[in-house]
């Protein structure tokens, strides 16, 4: 990662000075294309192909005839890229058969979808070419909607420049330093939770958490930063999101970008066509399945195991019983104890540490196999197993 940040910097200057404004986008998208051939050549001749077959899906107005075994060409791409690629989380985990396919295979989705429904305009093919190869939001996100990018011209900004410059230095400082070491200390514990004692499992659920968090945040900050250094805006991904009082509002702060394309082309879809005509009579069984769907999808695109859909139906659950057996109960409850609950500091702080143990202690199911979680949750409390 380093050598790359380093050789993006070192050009940002000859970008400002040497590039016409006229020739700016074309230019970032031959250094993409040029950053992904150096890491695998396959990559830049990988994303040509999907851009292809997205703007034909656009000019051709095929609709879902060509949307359909487009998208199912995606998914085989995708399970095969995982398989080979053994499946790692995190960016720094490496490990990968092709680089960015994960991300690569959303984007594309999102426009083949919207191009089957009519709502992606025109889209030439170098726009989409280089919305789709963005260097810094290939690997890892932010995952930039087509309408946002392509309505952005780099412009020098010394405002812009000096935050990016900034945001690159904290997202080093999070994953380099803050992620490193907190799973310096934390993998070992989970590897063998047998030879540990509650307290240390505790601090290494706590540890593990953070982990993920300041990884997958600072990799978004350097994605950011160095966009902005280049004079282009791309979206945000996390905005705290371990204070918050429901997984809900977690969600909505967690990995946003992915958040915000699991509603839009997942929940809401599956949703509004199992309600009907009928109206809200089967609302909440809408509302199950398609948080069901959604989240298990979302656990099987980190990764094709037992553990990351375990972990997207854990969050399905509390995602649903945020929205309604949660709701139902605060209209039984005593009306004080309800605003006790969501008016005061108190209320506010125990319900976020009831979300945040709940997201903490299911996420170690993205570190550890089933099996593995359940021998930690027996050295935990003390459990003789069966």
């Known amino acids: 990662m380093l050598p790359a940040l380093v050789c993006a910097l070192a050009l940002a200057p000859v970008f400002w000075l040497a590039v016409p404004v006229r020739w700016r986008r074309e230019a970032l998208l031959a250094l993409s294309l040029a950053g992904l051939a150096v890491v695998d050549w396959r990559l830049p001749v990988l994303a040509a192909a999907v851009t292809a077959i997205v703007t034909a899906a656009v ?75 963005f260097l810094p939001t290939w690997a890892s996100g932010p995952i930039e909607t087509f309408d946002h990018f392509r ?61 993920l968090y300041f990884d997958f945040s600072g990799y978004s900050d350097i994605a950011i930063g160095v966009a902005a250094v280049f004079g282009i805006e791309i979206q945000e991904n996390f905005d705290n999101p371990r204070v918050r009082r429901t997984l809900a509002q977690l969600w909505q702060r967690w990995h946003m970008t992915l958040t915000a394309w699991l509603r839009r082309y997942l929940f809401l879809p599956i949703s509004r066509g199992l309600l009907g005509p009928g109206g809200r009579s089967g609302d909440t069984l809408a509302f199950g399945t398609a948080q069901l769907v959604t989240m298990g999808f979302c656990g099987l695109w980190h990764g094709l195991g037992w553990n990351f859909l375990v972990w997207g139906v854990l969050q399905a659950l509390g995602l649903f019983w945020v929205g309604r057996p949660a709701r139902a109960l605060g209209a039984r409850l005593p009306r004080r104890l309800v605003a006790f609950w969501r008016d005061t500091r108190l209320g506010y702080a125990l319900s976020a540490l009831v979300t945040f143990h709940y997201f903490a202690f299911t996420s170690l199911l993205v570190f550890v196999r089933l099996d593995g979680a359940g021998d930690y949750a027996r050295a935990l409390f003390r459990l003789t197993p069966s």
């Open 151 to 211: 309505a952005q011209q780099p412009r020098p900004s010394r405002a812009r420049i000096g935050d990016g410059l900034e945001r690159i230095l904290f997202g080093l400082v999070k994953t380099l330093l803050f992620s490193h070491y907190l799973g310096v200390w934390a993998t070992p514990v989970l590897l063998e939770p047998a030879a540990h004692g509650p307290l240390v499992l505790l601090g290494a659920a706590y540890a593990t958490i953070l982990r």
């Open 59 to 133: 000019r051709t107005r095929a609709g879902w005839r060509l949307a359909a075994p487009a998208l199912f060409a995606l998914a085989a791409l995708f399970v095969a890229n995982k398989l080979a690629a053994g499946g790692g989380l995190l960016p720094s985990q490496g490990g990968v058969a092709l680089l960015g396919v994960s991300y690569l295979v959303l984007k594309a989705a999102a426009a083949l979808v919207d191009a089957a429904r009519g709502r992606l305009g025109q889209a030439a093919f170098a726009d989409v070419l280089a919305w789709i190869v």
